[in-house]
Each structure stands twice: as structure tokens, then as C-alpha cells.
């Protein structure tokens, strides 16, 4: 093979509310490789095939003077996020050519690896599109698998709301529910983020941008489980419509990232409803249940029985596209950059 | 014993604000009564030796039809709340003359009772002042007792942020936590309360009318757990000066009851940080924790390891200033009202 360009995207700009598809994130090719002769010193290169556009990425393009839960986007650095590589060559004995390798990997087409540290060979028994280890199968399945185990305690005939239901969380969340036999009330923002809620089994669905989140749950509530994606408003109507000892499992605040939060005003109902409020990230919880997620999961998701949806963009230069299309809840499915096809 | 006017407190208007101490309930002496002749019909009847007056009981103070943890106050009926009371005749089998009963009583001299279903029946072999069971051997004393085996978590060499710290439930949290190896910082809104805080272990305490918590949280935080019995400005500085994973014991929140409510701000640390919050209510922990509470924590009070200071007020007739100041802060310990001395 002869040298290519191994081009990437970096961190351009910390924006101040929603990223700017054009100036946050930058694709340019400043480095060239020959990935069949570059010298590996034991180490293993491997050629990115997919990388995850998820909403938790806004958090880490800030001051990297800022402590928050996921590190800093170094300006002027590749972004990373969780994606999936084929190893082409290798000197690393854990590793072999042909293996394909899950975790937080670099925006460029070619990347050398020390060591497997954070990161998993996939095995893949079950043919599912690389794609999906980085969805269903990976970051956003595992945080509605997870964090349902260990925090819903849900009971047949309770009552759900989930926020974003039509994200690839939220709609993995859905059909947890559904099969756990709860009545699930699922929100999005767009008709075709409910027509897919709906095609999952979401026994009420609305657009939040059309019809005030307290409305529904006024007719539809009272509710035992809220599952939180968005924060501000759906917070606050979940709180005014919760049973006692309602379980809201907190995931996520994207009202709040870009734009002047919503400020809930009825916390009072904290106590007074003996309410239990779970804050969690994966990364804490995969560590106890990542095993039987992967043993479990894609088989499920391969026999067809967990369903998903996903908005690919092909090539690395859609980048910043695709992020801004996140952060504004315009991606039509799990947001997927397709970096190379094999 | 001649005949006697049975005192009582009714519940006369629903207070906007603040309760009003003249207005809001009213004493007055409409039946008479003579203890040791009427009849009892099986049933038993008490001498109301004290009654307790707490935060939660302006949460009774409501619209009946609006639904709350708590049954609403009725108009033109007596109060009733934690007290104790002397059996003075009994024609019930498990109730004799001299048992002291502790439970929700009226607020009046004289009551005659049915049986004992959700009162409890005082051996007190540690010969407590009888006030001490409404207060720390009483449902506030459950309250901390209870909700910190739940769900503190606490670990020697953490950092707690008790609010309402010179309070009967505050000031109890703060020597169990001390016990655990804690670091206390505990805040109150006068001298006195700030004087009793720093004489029972709080290592660090301020009032909450001249400085900040979010001050005080930055020098002498980050935070582990955070007990809240009052909302607002406390509530949003224990979230900005959290640990990871801390725990948020969500007991009351004073602040809010009477005033308009101040709006929290900083919500997206709950996930963001994975805090865990936990709304609580006495009266379901006690299920589970009554029989030890009982067996051990009288004792300890008795022995002065666990300490506790009281505001009484002499007579029926000052029930409404009591609650009054209890809504404002005012009172300068537990507040009980010594209905009759024996």
C-alpha cells in the first residue's frame, strides 16, 4: 500500500452554546502513512472503521480548567468517543490482524495502539454491522442496560416516562420496559422519532415541542419510573406527577447543555414523595455488568427481538455536522459517523 | 375531681405565608369535662402531658383536597401531632392507669382513645423527661436515627453538610455522624443554635442569614453527604460542592413552606457527578427501624452520649406562637409545648 493521507477531525473551538458545524470541529489531513511499513515498536495499528456522535460529547468541549465527569477535548487535538477499529498489523502478542477493537479511539482514519487498556476485541459471533457495537450493542445500550438493573426496580403494571425515547438510549429503554411489562409514555421531537417509539411498542407517545410534557402525564400518569435524558421542564412534570416512592434514573440534561437551563421549581416533592433520584454514568456501572451485557445483548439485538435505529454519515469531514445535528436532536436515529467500509 | 373546661387548639384559617400566631389556630375552651366519671364505653381515656410542634405541620395547613404525605388539618377541629399522654382510666385490657402513650394526639387536656393502633405504649426505664420522647427520643430522633442507617452510607474520614444543624433532627444527624468519623459542617440561622451546633461536635458551622453555603462549601467542602431539611440556596451550593457519587438525604426543606420558593440552578450535577438523592419519611423507615430505635436510643440520651436542647412553651394557649416560630427559625431548640406537668 502506498502512503495515504490519514486525516482526522480536531478541536477547533469551544463553542458557547450549541456547537457550530463548521468551526467547532475541523477535518484536515496534515499527516501522510504507509500503514503496511510504519514502524510499530511492538505496538499494533488499526484502520477506524466507525466512531459514535453521542450527546455527551458537548460536556467535554469546555475550559479544560473545568472538572466535569468526562475529560476535556484538548483544542487543536483529535476528538475521541467510543468507536470501532480493525487492527491491520500488529507486534502487541494480545493482539491480532483481523481483530476488531471497541473503546474511545481517535477521529482518524489510522491510529497506533499501545495496548488493549479501556478497550475490548469484539467477537462478533453475531454479525451485527460494526456500526451497532458503537449503539445498541455498545455506550448507549449498555447505559439503559446497566443503570436499568441496577436502579428501576420495576414492577408489571407500573408506569414509565422516558425523555429522548427515540435516541438510541431511550429506545433501548423503551423496550426494556415493554418487556418488563410497564405502561411506557415516551417523548421526542420529531414525528419521526415517535413514529420509531411507536414501532417499539411506546404505548404513549408526544412531541415535546408541540405539547407541554405536564399535560400528558396529567392524563396519562401518575408515573412510577422517569427515565431522564433532558432535564428543565419533563423534570419538572415528572416530579408533579410521580407516585410515592417513584425511581427517576438520571441519565442526562440536554436541555441544559446549550441553552439557559430551566429551572425546576416543584423539588419539594423530592421528600415529600419519598422520590429516589439516581445519578449515573456507564463508565461506573459497566464495570459490574459489562460481562453479561456482552454475552447477553447482541444476541438479543441480532435475533432481532431489540430493534434500533440509526442516522450514518459516511466520512470523517462530516464530523462536526453530525455533532451539531446532536446536540439540536435533528439526527434521525443513533448518530454514526461511517469512517471506512472494511 | 370536679368537672374541667378541656381546653383545645382548632385549626381556625389556612394561612398564605407565613402561619399567622394569632389567627392560624386558636385555643379555646368549649367542653367541659370531668375525667374521673365519663363514661369510657371500653375505650381509655389521657391526660396530654406534651405535645410536640414541628416543621411538617405547616404542610397540614392546606386546601384539604390537595393530596401530601402528610392528611390535611381540618377547620374548625382540633390539631393533633407527636405527644405523650397519661392514661388516667382504662376500661381496654391492653391499656392500664399510669401507662404513658406516645403518638399523634389532639391538641387538648383530655382525650378519651379507643385502643392503641398506632400508638405506642413508653416503658421509659431511663426515666426521660417525657418532652424528650416527641423530640430526640421521639419522631425527629427516628427521623435522623432512621434515614441515616437507610441511606447515608457514611464513611469515616467523609465530609456531611447538615443544614437546619440546630435542630432537633440537625443536631441529632450531627452526633451520630461524629460518632461515624465524620467531618461536620452544619449550618443554623442564630447565635444560639450556632453556640449548641459547636457544643455537640460540629466542626465547622455558620449562619446561613450572613454567609453563603456555597462559601463556606468551597473552603471546607467538597461534600460526601448532604442532609437537607431545608432547600433552595443550601440544596443548589451542596450540589455545586458534591463529591462524586455523594449522597443527598432529602429530609425537608423548610425554606420552601412559606416563602417563594428559590429556584435551584445547578441540577445537571445529580447525573453529572452520579450523585444519588434519597427523599425520605419518617413514618415508613420506622416500619424497620422502630424496635431498635426503641431499645437502644433512649439510653443513649439517658446517658448523655447523645445530647439534645429544648424550647418549651408552658400551656395550650401559646400553640400558635409556637408554630409560628418554629416556620420562622425563632425557637431555640426542639419545640414542645408542656401541656400539663403530671
Tied chains: 1, 2.
Excluded at 10 to 39: C, H, L, M, S
Excluded at 178 to 183: C, P, S, T
Excluded at 291 to 319: H, N
Amino acid at each position: 500500500m502506498a502512503p495515504v493521507k490519514n486525516g482526522r477531525v480536531v478541536f477547533n473551538e469551544i463553542p458557547t452554546g450549541f456547537p457550530d458545524p463548521k468551526r467547532t470541529v475541523i477535518y484536515d489531513e496534515p499527516q501522510v502513512i504507509d500503514p503496511d511499513t510504519v514502524p510499530l515498536n511492538g505496538e499494533y495499528i488499526i484502520k477506524t472503521l466507525v466512531l459514535s456522535i453521542d450527546p455527551y460529547m458537548r460536556g467535554r468541549m469546555r475550559d479544560p480548567d473545568i472538572e466535569s465527569y468526562a475529560p476535556p477535548l484538548i483544542l487543536g487535538k483529535p476528538l475521541d468517543n467510543y468507536g470501532v477499529g480493525r487492527v491491520l498489523r500488529s507486534e502487541n502478542p494480545s493482539v491480532k490482524p483481523g481483530d476488531h477493537i471497541y473503546g474511545l479511539l481517535p477521529f482518524q482514519h489510522y491510529t497506533i495502539l499501545k495496548d488493549l487498556e479501556g478497550l475490548r476485541i469484539l467477537e462478533n459471533k453475531e454479525k451485527l454491522p460494526w456500526s451497532a457495537y458503537v449503539g445498541v450493542a455498545g455506550m448507549p445500550g449498555q447505559t439503559a442496560y446497566c443503570a436499568w438493573k441496577e436502579y428501576a426496580h420495576a414492577k408489571p403494571g407500573e408506569t414509565i416516562f422516558i425523555t429522548a425515547g427515540g435516541g438510541p438510549v431511550g429506545s433501548t429503554v423503551i423496550q426494556i420496559a415493554k418487556r418488563d411489562g410497564l405502561k411506557v409514555i415516551g417523548s421526542a421531537g420529531s414525528a419521526e422519532k415517535i413514529e420509531f417509539m411507536k414501532k417499539i411498542g411506546a404505548d404513549v407517545t408526544f412531541n415535546y415541542k408541540t405539547t407541554k410534557p405536564a399535560e400528558v402525564l396529567a392524563k396519562e400518569g401518575p408515573i412510577d419510573i422517569y427515565w431522564d435524558n433532558v432535564g428543565g421542564e419533563s423534570l419538572e412534570a415528572a416530579l408533579e406527577y410521580a407516585n410515592p416512592s417513584a425511581r427517576f434514573l438520571m441519565c442526562g440534561a440536554i436541555t441544559q447543555y446549550n441553552t439557559e437551563p430551566y429551572f425546576v421549581k416543584n423539588l419539594i416533592h423530592i421528600f415529600a414523595k419519598e422520590l429516589k433520584l439516581y445519578g449515573f454514568l456507564v463508565f461506573t456501572l459497566l464495570s459490574k455488568y459489562a460481562d453479561e451485557f456482552y454475552r447477553e445483548w447482541p444476541k438479543r439485538v441480532a435475533s432481532g427481538e431489540i430493534k434500533y435505529k440509526e442516522d450514518p454519515k459516511f466520512g470523517l469531514q462530516y464530523t462536526g455536522q453530525a455533532i451539531y445535528e446532536v446536540q439540536k436532536g435533528l439526527n434521525k436515529g443513533k448518530s454514526v459517523i461511517i469512517v471506512s467500509q472494511e
